[in-house]
């Protein structure tokens, strides 16, 4: 008894009844309750055994192997009252997206019966065969072996269908070898490190230190459409962007859409999206429209790393599901629609330990040391990797977007906000900070009105990485891609900033100098070399870009100009210091991310000509032939058919130019562009597609005159205004 069967908004119906009352939601009641979670742990588990998982869930301690049995036996006992039959090992392999293979609990028994069983050894190890998942060399194809390990850290869950339900559970992925095949290990070696590092910087502190994680808080952007029109694009089907489409006559200039709002059937299936995210221990939060027309976005509470990662996943999964429910398709690409905004996912992080925000400035920011040294690493780190960073977000969808002024620039730099940037000013230019801009209050002008606090600064939008009051939010992520990723380099690069600034510290305590002094001048030092990467303005300006330029920043524009520079020996060296990839790791990532870049370009470039020639080529010339009929036939009777001849004309320019771009464009996808992958990904972006960008001008062109009725596509203003 989905919302969508109680309210009618079935599959395909657009025009349901408004449900006759709201289904309660009862948020403490189902919050978790398709998780295996500590509370149900606790109330199913022996003692002893329960402890020691503690111990490893909050402790981070090596996993007890000898609990495993009566762990799975507790699992299986809550999945089979759950109704499940079957179970999974869930894994993020390197195409960024999920994986599993399912397999029943059922074991015949002599009497012709069968009983459910479940084995710790089932639980804790996994072989899927492995030879088919993206492994960038680390594995020859013919050593299929891969394993996948529990993660105790993350509950195991019910994955439900309306026909029945399974047992997932959340697993690390990786060769025969030990080679990481995915994302969940290198994020948690990279949460580990931080952990570390930030650890003994607040003991340098005297400050609490038990505990110390990353978070991350993924704001998720999507676009929706109706079903009928998706399975109507076999662009959209196939690679989740339009390839071909005119703008239309009202995109999103009135500005009316964000914050809007929210259209019932929308509204319907975001709720529902709730409910099932709240089952499964996703705190979802937020809920609005966005920018462009279609667009909506929606966000939980910031959970850590880990947790968040898998947690993402489970919203992108849910979000498609869902909207299927509710006649709709839900596009989590990054420019599904080329003229209006494109999506993004911001990445809120920060790290904390039990009961402290380090990245909390408090009201007074420039007598809060502990706090300026944390920021203050975080500016080093963004600095050196600037990289890296942008790495972390390239790949072939994201290329729509980045700089192209909706989205941060792809100039790597940091928004601090006037009062940090304020009191940096005053630790560099006076080695010591003695005030913190304040906000005030702002009259609204009516008595009934209250007063509110201001706060100490703007905020802004067009920076790729803000802070935005208590952590930095990474704003230049793609829509579509997991958070891991990013999140593993903020924390390896973090990690690797407190422990220098740790180790110079500590020499100089044991030198004799005072705490309070030589944090100071650390401090102020530091901020000289790294005040570059600072940047308070408007990043879509074209003067920031000469401006960055001239401050030595990197300007990465494409996928592979940023993937050149993440095998580089400055990230080797990295990764490996503090064990969160190995040399072949990395590269293998390196390959891999060249390979997905190949092949997504190359499947648009092969969508483009397949449409183009057997849709759109198609439809003009029906129309040429009915134009050049009633042209004749006017001609027969005496007429002049001037318009007629006039539009005949361009339709037959606009055939012409379209055959000669698609001929161009048949000549580059039938090219391989070489042997490896490297030069196949460099031959694909600099000849696949522009010679695409010209068969989709010619067919846009066409779309603006081709009647309607011989319009082989759904357009861009039957698909955008989704209600
Ligand atoms: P906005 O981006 O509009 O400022 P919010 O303040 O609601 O929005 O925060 C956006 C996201 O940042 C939410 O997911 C929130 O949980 C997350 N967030 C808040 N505090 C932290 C933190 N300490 N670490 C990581 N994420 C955080
Ligand atoms: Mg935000």
Same mark, same amino acid.
């Given at each position: ?86 179970f999974?090992?869930?894994f ?42 993206p ?110 489409g ?92 080329a ?7 911001h ?10 925000n ?20 975080v500016?080093?780190?963004?600095d ?27 100039? #790597? %730099? ?5 009062q940090?940037?304020? =009191? /940096? $000013? ?5 080695? @010591?900070?003695? +005030? ?35 952590k ?46 030589a944090?100071?001048?650390? #401090? %102020?030092?530091?901020i ?5 990467? =600072? /940047? $308070? ?5 074209? @003067?920031?870009? +000469? ?37 072949r ?28 020639s ?44 379209l ?65």
């Amino acid at each position: 008894d989905t919302l969508a069967a109680a309210t009618g908004w079935g599959a395909d119906s657009r025009s349901g009844s408004a449900p006759t009352g709201p289904i309660p939601m009862d948020i403490e009641g189902i919050f978790g309750s398709n998780t295996f979670g500590m509370s149900e742990m606790r109330a199913r588990l022996p003692k002893q055994v329960y402890k020691a998982l503690c111990r490893t869930i909050e402790g981070g301690e090596t996993l007890d192997p000898s609990i495993a049995d009566a762990v799975a036996l507790a699992m299986k006992e809550w999945a089979l009252e759950k109704g499940a039959s079957h179970f999974t090992h869930w894994f993020q392999p390197l195409t960024g997206s999920t994986a599993e293979k399912h397999d029943s609990f059922i074991t015949p028994n002599a009497g012709g019966g069968a009983v459910a069983e479940f084995s710790g050894k089932e639980l804790i190890q996994g072989e899927p065969d492995a030879s088919s998942f993206p492994s960038g060399g680390l594995r020859a194809t013919f050593e299929a072996r891969g394993y996948t390990a529990w993660d105790p850290t993350s509950p195991a869950f019910i994955a439900e269908t309306p026909a029945g339900c399974y047992l997932s559970i959340p697993t690390a992925f990786l060769s025969w070898t030990g080679d990481a095949l995915d994302t969940k290990i290198p994020l948690l070696r990279s949460m580990t490190v931080l952990a570390e590092q930030a650890t003994r910087a607040l003991k340098l502190f005297g400050a609490d230190a038990t505990g110390v994680t990353a978070t991350c808080g993924p704001e998720q952007e999507f676009f929706l459409i109706d079903q009928e029109f998706f399975y109507r694009r076999p662009d959209l089907v196939t690679t989740g962007r339009s390839l071909f489409g005119a703008k239309p006559p009202r995109g999103q200039e009135l500005e009316d859409h964000y914050f809007g709002s929210i259209p019932d059937r929308v509204l319907a299936f975001m709720i529902e999206v709730e409910r099932e995210l709240y089952r499964l221990g996703v705190p979802v939060k937020t809920r609005h429209n966005e920018v462009a027309p279609g667009q909506f976005e929606m966000a939980p509470i910031y959970e850590n790393a880990n947790l968040a990662a898998d947690h993402q996943q489970l919203m992108m999964i849910t979000l498609r599901k869902v909207a299927r429910n509710f006649g709709m398709a839900c596009l989590l690409h990054e420019k599904p629609f080329a003229g209006v905004n494109g999506s993004g996912k911001h990445l809120n992080w920060s790290l904390g330990t039990e009961s402290a925000n380090l990245l909390e400035p408090g009201d007074t920011p420039h007598a809060n040391m502990q706090f300026l040294f944390f920021c203050t690493a975080v500016l080093r780190a963004v600095d050196r990797h600037q990289d890296l960073l942008r790495a972390a977000v390239a790949h072939a969808g994201n290329d729509h977007r980045l700089g192209a002024n909706e989205a941060p620039p792809a100039i #790597i %730099s940091v928004f601090l906000g006037d009062q940090l940037a304020d =009191v /940096f $000013n005053q630790l560099e230019s006076a080695g @010591e900070a003695t +005030d913190s801009k304040q906000g005030g209050l702002l009259g609204l002008g009516s008595p009934v009105l209250p007063r509110l606090p201001q706060h100490a600064g703007d905020r802004n939008r067009t920076s790729p990485f803000a802070f935005t009051g208590n952590k930095f939010e990474f704003r230049a992520l793609g829509s579509s891609q997991s958070v891991s990723f990013p999140a593993t380099v903020l924390n390896t690069i973090m990690a690797e900033s407190l422990d220098e600034m740790n180790t110079a510290l500590e020499a100089e305590l044991a030198r004799g100098t005072e705490f309070e002094t030589a944090l100071r001048s650390l #401090i %102020s030092e530091e901020i000289r070399r790294v005040k570059r990467i =600072v /940047f $308070n303005g408007d990043g879509y300006n074209q @003067e920031w870009h +000469d401006e960055a330029a001239r401050r030595g920043l990197l300007n990465l524009p494409t996928t592979l100009d940023a993937l050149e520079l993440l095998p580089q020996d400055k990230n080797k060296a990295l990764f490996e210091k503090y064990g969160v990839l190995s040399h072949r790791e990395l590269e293998s990532r390196h390959e891999v991310a060249l390979d997905q870049y190949f092949k997504t370009v190359n499947i648009e470039g092969e969508t483009t000509a397949d449409i183009a020639s057997t849709m759109i080529l198609p439809a003009a010339v029906r129309y040429l032939n009915d134009l050049l009929a009633a042209a004749e036939r006017a001609e027969d009777i005496g007429l002049k058919a001037r318009g007629l001849r006039g539009t005949l004309d361009k339709v037959n320019g606009l055939v012409d130019e379209l055959t000669d771009a698609l001929d161009a464009l048949v000549a580059q996808n039938a090219e391989l562009g070489g042997e490896d992958v490297h030069s196949k990904a460099y031959h694909v972006r600099d000849n696949v597609v522009p010679a695409m960008l010209r068969v989709r001008g010619a067919a846009d062109g066409l779309e603006k005159i081709v009647p309607d009725d011989y319009w082989p596509l759904p357009t861009y203003r039957d698909m955008l205004f989704v209600k």
